[in-house]
């Protein structure tokens, strides 16, 4: 299988840092007043062509947990989207749909370089995709992640704190949001009734064909990583 580095490396550079910057358009604000747009704009591909250039450079970390980025798919309000997927291949195998799904924000750049990328239809057909929110994620503390070290000492500072207040009831969350104010009307206890019936029938139909669609990607996954041992 390949990286996330070894991928991008295949990929259309041009097209990857276009489609970036059409996701992601700089602010006027965030340059010199005496610079025109057209300069804005030169200046802001220019950034991004370093960005990916210092990611293509950079000395992976071993994949040691085999974790790999792949796409599948949900049904949600009648409509298909794609969702990303960041798991071992350990979970895939062992848990399923219910492996756990990492963010990388908070992953070094080089370690997430090292990352596989499933060779899955789905997620080849949406490569392009699927490698700008990779992009995105992994600049979120900077393209050189200069921020990272801040953000974990905060991380850690802040899940030693307390936890913040929490409603014990519905009931008293409204009243902390619409104080004395009256509140909107609101079904009948029958209809209350039959809408969290239809409400749970409905979500247990979506759920269960949802972790099909996604049971469906994670063999593939396995299968391709099987063979390829």
Do not use: C
Request: proline content about 2%; hydrophobic content about 35%; aromatic content about 10%.
């Amino acid at each position: 299988m390949k990286t996330v580095q070894q991928t991008l490396t295949e990929m259309d550079k041009e097209e990857v840092v276009n489609e970036f910057l059409n996701r992601h358009p700089a602010k006027l604000k965030e340059f010199n007043d005496d610079m025109t747009i057209a300069e804005a704009k030169s200046k802001s591909k220019e950034l991004v062509e370093y960005y990916i250039d210092r990611l293509l450079a950079l000395k992976t970390k071993p994949n040691k947990d085999n974790m790999i980025f792949y796409l599948y798919q949900y049904l949600s309000n009648g409509i298909i989207h794609r969702k990303r997927g960041l798991s071992t291949i350990r979970d895939l195998e062992t848990k399923g749909t219910t492996a756990a799904n990492y963010g990388i924000e908070y992953t070094e750049q080089a370690e997430i370089m090292g990352y596989f990328v499933a060779e899955t239809e789905l997620t080849q057909y949406y490569l392009l995709d699927l490698m700008q929110e990779i992009l995105w994620d992994a600049s979120f503390f900077g393209i050189e992640q200069e921020n990272l070290e801040d953000a974990l000492n905060e991380l850690k500072e802040a899940s030693e704190d307390e936890e913040g207040e929490t409603y014990t009831s519905f009931e008293e969350m409204e009243k902390d949001l619409f104080g004395d104010k009256p509140l909107p009307p609101k079904l009948s206890k029958e209809d209350e009734i039959e809408k969290e019936r239809i409400y749970q029938r409905t979500s247990e139909l979506t759920s269960s064909f949802n972790q099909h669609l996604q049971e469906i990607e994670i063999a593939k996954i396995l299968q391709d990583f099987n063979e390829q041992k």
